[in-house]
């Protein structure tokens, strides 16, 4: 099984309260607030996929949405 890699980071903006939990757990500082005081992705190219920004929201306004990147598994070669 490969890592996850970000496909769509998705902030419900009229969900959002701006409370700033996301971002507070957002271990490679994805996400910061904006001017309406609005959690945006600001850097989603550094997004791991960890979910947390997802987990910790109590109004459900974030989803990240993720594809595995496959890995090429060699055959074990006959000896």
């Known amino acids: 099984m490969g890592k996850e890699k970000l ?3 998705i902030i419900k903006r009229e ?6 939990i996301c971002v507070y757990f957002c271990p ?3 996400l910061e607030m904006d001017e309406q ?3 945006v992705a600001a850097r989603p ?3 791991i ?3 947390l920004c997802e987990l910790r929201c109590p109004d459900l306004a974030v989803e990240i949405i993720a594809e595995t990147a496959k890995t090429e598994i ?5 000896v």
Do not use: T
């Not at 060699?74 to 006959?78: I, V």
């Open 45 to 47: 190219e550094e997004c």
């Open 74 to 78: 060699s055959e074990p070669s006959e």
């Open 37 to 39: 005081e609005k959690a």
């Open 7 to 9: 496909k769509q980071h």
């Open 28 to 30: 490679k500082n994805v």
């Open 49 to 51: 996929c960890c979910r």
């Open 15 to 20: 969900w959002c309260k701006g409370c700033g």
